[in-house]
């Protein structure tokens, strides 16, 4: 099968995504400080959950590029990547809601682990139909590099959030810059295949 189904279904799950988080955002009833503080850890935990999503999209992107078709294999595996990300709006929501608390940034934090080893297995999965193209090879050999150390920080962050839920939104935005910023050699690559 031809890889743009997969790819327009998987980019309108991360429309879906982001769509359901921002509405969840309340508006404030009022125009002074004390209307608009209650809604900061909302926002906050928006903006983290924005940012992830953001940094998945782009670099399942990357991925996608380098398949040529896809097969039933990486379709189940692409779902079940997609399964865990629907998942980060309740998330983001609860722990908003309140407060960033520990157990709701434990939580979280289990989330991204789950995501992020959901989208390596879909890496893995890839690569294992590609085992000659040296292309790919190099893009999933980055990936894995950046995956293994988020893994790290987020296992590490889940004990941490009962010490100081700060702490492990500190992991969290570790992470975010480990995979927001473009990967130059990831791009390059890509684009001389």
């Not at 991925?63 to 078709?69: G, I, K, S, W």
Request: proline share 4%.
């Amino acid at each position: 099968m031809n890889k743009t189904r997969l790819e327009a279904f998987s980019d309108g799950v991360f429309a879906i995504i982001v769509t359901i988080m921002v509405l969840e955002l309340k508006i404030p009833h009022g125009t002074d400080w004390s209307a608009v503080k209650p809604l900061v850890p909302t926002l906050g935990s928006y903006l983290l959950s924005f940012l992830f999503v953001g940094s998945w999209w782009i670099n399942h992107h990357h991925l996608l590029h380098a398949v040529e078709q896809v097969n039933s294999t990486i379709m189940l595996a692409n779902l079940h990547f997609l399964f865990w990300l629907s998942l980060i709006p309740t998330t983001t929501g609860w722990m908003g809601e309140n407060g960033f608390d520990s157990v709701t940034v434990a939580v979280y934090g289990g989330l991204l682990i789950c995501g992020g080893l959901s989208f390596l297995m879909l890496a893995k999965i890839i690569s294992a139909d590609y085992p000659t193209d040296h292309k790919f090879t190099q893009v999933f050999q980055r990936m894995s590099i950046k995956g293994t150390w988020s893994m790290v920080l987020y296992v590490v962050s889940i004990p941490l959030a009962f010490v100081h839920p700060a702490i492990s939104c500190g992991l969290f935005a570790v992470v975010l810059t480990m995979w927001f910023i473009p990967d130059k050699k990831v791009e390059k690559i890509l684009i001389e295949g």
